[in-house]
């Protein structure tokens, strides 16, 4: 039997707490299957008790004043960064990535909680000439009011202060429930907010290994006024059709089928360096990973020589090694979806130019291991050209023309991020303006950053995180009308 001690807690109402009816479940490190720790298994009274107690701190918290708020940010900022090592240690035994990206994704975390430090202070209102000259319009933005944000594993604690910080900012209180594959991240960056000295019940976590009856608490709650979700698109449909019932706000991040297109007026050999970099990142778990690598016919010979060459030095293992950039999947079930796609790839006249296979010497057959992967002669009719595939597979099309491509490139439900490389300045502005994607990297694979607004178009979401739409989210627009 294990003592409570060994359980991780929600926070909630600025305590630390086990489930109501007592129940735990148990998280496993990816790269070895070992067991790392027991977390809280809330449900729905839980969810429920959160959802209070945003709601009694609501009225304190954006009574403060921006400065006082921003203050409390200010700190989570430095304490964060202060246990950066710690974090990188936790993320990296629980979610896999190597080291070094954990560090990366702490410091991109953190950069939310600076960033949005700052723009509460800029929640500026509005004067409006009025039609009549003895009447005056003011615009006030106020907050929402209680936030429920559910979020991911495969960022898991950046995607946790890019809901918090700005819903602090503007003045909302949260209740957040973490994947049930990273809870002890979460627990992690709450720590920090206890820490930071934020009032109870400002910030709550509710951990579950079930996510279904939260997201029923958090969707069918009257209390809750917005929802804020990362994850796929099929469970962002689900929660955004539940939230309509009470016309509750909805921001969602959602999944995304980036396309790469190389030009033949781009050095070969700089775009698919970049290509590698991001196909690979996180082992290919993350939105905007390249889905559909479109190279021009008369450059894709060396394009996929470089590609080829530098996939076949990585490594694939424990995150805790120098030199892994291959680190595991989240699960069995994602190892699964790469295998199929792959298989009906192939099966439908891909090539396989390399990998292609589970990943299992070395003691690699205890995690969740794929081979880093190449697939040439793709087609449309293929699961991997229209499914987002999340995992470490690069598929690549030879194209013709600009229209051609441009056509292939925006043939998909998805519109998160999109990449062009190309040395002609006309070209990479009409392919900006013409790519129907919320993120377009132009010769650049990381468009990102606290500062800018990220999100997608189509089934890739509604809304913004980071930059200043990223708070407007979380504020409602007020008109006042005078007659004087
Ligand atoms: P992925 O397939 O990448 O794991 P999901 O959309 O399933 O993405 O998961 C993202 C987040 O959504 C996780 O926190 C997960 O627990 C949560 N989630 C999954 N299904 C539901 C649901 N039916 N209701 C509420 N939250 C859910």
Redesign the pocket.
């Known amino acids: 039997m294990k003592s409570h001690q060994d359980v991780s807690k929600m926070y909630i109402n600025g305590q630390w707490v086990a489930a109501k009816n007592q129940a735990t479940f148990p998280v496993y490190n990816p790269a070895n299957g070992e067991k790392i720790g027991d977390v809280a298994d809330g449900d729905r009274d839980d969810a429920q008790k959160a959802i209070h107690a945003a709601q009694e701190a609501f009225g304190p918290w954006s009574g403060r004043t921006a400065y006082a708020r921003s203050k409390y940010l200010y700190t989570a900022y430095q304490v964060m960064m202060d246990r950066k090592e710690h974090l990188a240690q936790v993320m990296t035994r629980e979610q896999g990535k190597p080291l070094k990206a954990s560090r990366g994704e702490i410091q991109y975390g953190a950069d939310f909680l600076l960033w949005y430090a700052e723009e509460a202070k800029r929640i500026y209102g509005e004067t409006i000439p009025a039609p009549r000259s003895d009447q005056r319009f003011i615009v006030l933005r106020q907050p929402v009011g209680v936030v429920a944000a ?5 960022y898991p604690m950046s995607m946790i202060t890019r809901k918090v910080a700005p819903a602090l900012a503007a003045g909302c209180t949260i209740v957040l ?5 990273t809870p002890l991240c979460a627990v992690e960056i709450f720590k920090i907010f206890e820490n930071a000295g934020i009032p109870g019940g400002v910030v709550n976590l509710v951990t ?1 290994l079930n ?2 009856p ?3 608490a ?2 069918t709650h009257p209390m809750v006024r917005k929802i804020t ?8 449909k ?2 955004a059709k539940k939230a309509a019932d009470q016309v509750k706000r909805v921001s969602l991040e959602l ?1 995304g089928h980036a396309p790469f297109i190389v030009f033949e007026d781009a050095d070969p050999v700089y775009a698919a360096k970049g290509a590698v970099l991001v196909k690979f990142l996180n082992t290919g ?1 993350a939105c905007i990973s390249p889905n559909r690598i479109f190279v021009h016919q008369s450059i894709i010979e060396p394009f996929i020589e470089e590609f080829k060459s530098r996939v076949s030095k990585m490594r694939a293992g424990s995150g805790f090694e120098d030199g892994v950039s291959i680190g595991p999947l ?1 699960n069995d079930a994602a190892v699964q979806k790469v295998e199929g796609q792959v298989t009906d790839a192939v099966d439908q006249g891909a090539t396989l130019i390399c990998g292609g296979r589970r990943l299992t010497d070395d003691n690699l057959d205890k995690g969740f291991f794929y081979a880093p992967t190449i697939l040439g002669d793709v087609t449309p009719e293929m699961l991997i050209y229209r499914e987002e595939t ?1 995992g470490p597979v690069a598929p690549i099309i030879a194209f013709d023309s600009e229209k051609e491509v441009l056509d292939m490139a925006n043939d998909t439900h998805y519109g998160l991020a999109a990449y062009v490389y190309t040395k002609s300045l006309s070209r990479a502005m009409r392919m900006f303006e013409a790519l129907r994607f919320g993120i377009v990297g132009i010769n650049d694979i990381n468009p990102t950053a606290a500062a800018a607004p990220f999100g997608g178009i189509k089934e890739s979401g509604i809304g913004r995180e980071g930059g200043r739409e990223g708070i407007a989210e979380y504020l409602e627009t007020k008109l006042g009308g005078f007659s004087v």
């Open positions: 559910i979020t991911p594993w495969n429930k973490p994947a049930e594959a579950a996510p279904v939260i997201g029923e958090f969707t979700f990362t994850g796929s698109t099929q469970v962002g689900i929660l999944g778990q989240v999340f």
